[in-house]
Every structure is written in structure tokens, then in C-alpha cells.
């Protein structure tokens, strides 16, 4: 039996104006398929989304979607199980909003990350996801390699190869590290700087209020006040994986000095998802020894 006529076209008009109305209806709906590896060092999928338009995250392997970390306040959990998860975002994350979700298998920590940003002519609304796990092969060379670096951490190896010297190392804590950027919510608890003649050791500890995304540093600076000149890190690490709301842990940052032995810095830390904390006058000189 057929609608009225009259009754028909109310019904279109009004279907049509929920569709013009609709966060990101003018935007491609993309399905695709991913692989990750849940290993911490791995950059977050990225994941185009939209204000009030569900994705839908499938994954091939069990998940414990009860445990996700997102901002609660930006994006909705529709649906969360152990094989996949629905969500909206309520804002538009220009930005990007960090979603991680555990593996409930495998090694501990293991877990997919995604990196929800907006993106004006797509949105993602289904993503398959794969994890990527380890061979047996792959585990053994892991291990082979951290047994490698820890054979390599003993004092005489340091002297061995050429990192300690007769100037010795000298520390000493940043001048102000107390300085909170407002664009992350990050704040810098401790600093302290470890400086040889060639190289320099900096431990930073920061806080990441509750509310807030878990961080996971993407890109950390070290930059001349004097020349501008940048410091090339030879490696960055954070103390855990992430780094969740409402707690602190160690961000460690290994460089080479340059030639001309610049002592005032400027420290920049980047996140996956663009939060910045900037650290002004990182005073990196020297200690004189006393005697």
C-alpha cells in the first residue's frame, strides 16, 4: 500500500533535510582495512572521522574494549565490545584525539592506536583492523637486541667507547621547570641534565592531567637560544609506553652537542596527536668540578 502523495513528498522533504543536516554528509564514506603491530613505538593509524558520524573499528583478533583510553568528553562509545568498537566523535577533531584500545591477548601493553582527526572531503565510518604479531623469529632478535644493549651499559663500556673521558660527566637540574603550556594541559615536574664534553643526557618528568588524552612523545627538540642551531637526538624514550591521564613518568632525551659548545636551550616536546610543552633557557653547560 502507497503513501499519499501529499504525505510522500512531506516525507521526502523531511528525510532531505536530515541528510543536509548531518555532521559530514558531504564527505566520502570510506571502508578500508589496516595492520598493526600493537608494539608502543609504533605512530597511531590515522583515522578520518567526523562530528556525529559513527566509525566502526573490526578487529581480527580479541580486544578489551571496556579498557579503551580516549577523551570521553569529545568522542562517544557507542559500542564497545571484544571484537569491535563504535564510536562518534562530538566535536570536530582538527587537532586529533588519541583512541587506544588493548589487546586482551599476547604481550602485555599490547594495543592499537589511532590518531582520529578530520579531514574535509572523507570520513572513515569501518575500518578492518589486523594486529601484526610477532614470529618466533622476531621475539628472538628482540631479545638478542635488548640483551645487547644491556651488555653495553656497564661503565667500562662507556669508558670503552669513548663516551666518558677525564672531564667526566656533570649534572644539573633546569632553571625553570616549572613552566605548564596551556595549549597541552602538560606541565614539567623535574628536569635534569647529564653533559659531557660531547654528548648530553636530559631526563624530563611531566604530569599529564586527568582528562586529558595519554601522551606518547612524537618528535622532542633541543634548540639553540644563541644560534638556533638544533641538537641531533640520537634517541628518545619515554619511561612506560604512555604516558595515561592523571599521571607522571620520565621523558629521556640523548643528543650530540655541537662544536660550539652552546650552553642555553630550548626544549620542545611533541606528541602524536600535536600537543606541545615548550621549556625556555635549558641551561646544558657544564658544571666546574670542584677541587
Same mark, same amino acid.
Given at each position: 500500500m502507497s503513501l499519499p502523495h501529499a504525505l510522500l513528498l512531506t516525507f521526502l522533504l523531511v528525510v532531505g533535510a536530515g541528510a543536509q543536516a548531518q555532521p559530514g554528509s558531504a564527505r566520502v564514506q570510506r571502508q578500508r582495512a589496516v595492520t598493526v603491530t600493537g608494539a #608502543?613505538? *609504533? #605512530? #597511531? &593509524?590515522? @583515522?578520518? @572521522? %567526523?562530528?556525529?558520524?559513527a566509525t566502526v573499528l573490526v578487529f581480527a583478533s580479541q580486544v578489551n574494549g571496556a579498557a579503551v583510553e580516549v577523551d570521553r568528553e569529545r568522542v562517544k562509545i557507542l559500542d564497545d565490545g571484544n571484537w569491535s568498537l563504535v564510536f562518534e566523535p562530538l566535536v570536530e577533531p582538527e587537532e586529533g584525539l588519541l583512541l587506544s584500545v588493548p589487546f586482551t591477548e599476547g604481550k602485555a601493553g599490547a594495543r592499537a592506536v589511532f590518531l582520529l582527526v578530520s579531514s574535509p572531503? *572523507?570520513?572513515? &565510518? !569501518?575500518l578492518d583492523v589486523a594486529w601484526l604479531k610477532p614470529?618466533?623469529? *622476531?621475539?628472538?632478535a628482540q631479545l638478542a637486541e635488548a640483551q645487547a644493549r644491556c651488555s653495553k651499559s656497564s661503565p667500562i663500556r662507556f669508558l670503552r667507547d669513548g663516551w666518558l673521558d677525564r672531564g667526566g660527566v656533570s649534572a644539573r637540574n633546569f632553571l625553570d621547570c616549572g613552566q605548564t603550556s596551556s595549549a597541552s594541559g602538560l606541565r614539567c615536574v623535574d628536569g635534569a641534565a647529564y653533559r659531557a664534553d660531547t654528548w648530553v643526557l636530559v631526563a624530563v618528568t611531566l604530569f599529564n592531567p586527568p582528562g586529558q588524552p595519554p601522551w606518547v #612523545? !612524537? *618528535? @622532542?627538540? +633541543? /634548540?639553540?637560544? /644563541?644560534?638556533? %642551531? +638544533?641538537?641531533k637526538p640520537r634517541a628518545v624514550e619515554l619511561e612506560a609506553a604512555r604516558l595515561p591521564p592523571g599521571a607522571e613518568g620520565r621523558v629521556f632525551l640523548e643528543a650530540e652537542l655541537p662544536p660550539s659548545q652552546d650552553a642555553v636551550f630550548t626544549l620542545e616536546l611533541t606528541d602524536a596527536a600535536g600537543r606541545r610543552l615548550t621549556l625556555g633557557t635549558v641551561d646544558l653547560s657544564k658544571k666546574e668540578s670542584k677541587r
Open positions: #608502543p613505538s *609504533e #605512530p #597511531p &593509524t590515522v @583515522v578520518h @572521522v %567526523a562530528q556525529g558520524v572531503s *572523507e570520513v572513515d &565510518t !569501518r614470529t618466533v623469529e *622476531e621475539c628472538q #612523545p !612524537r *618528535e @622532542v627538540t +633541543l /634548540k639553540s637560544v /644563541k644560534t638556533g %642551531a +638544533l641538537l
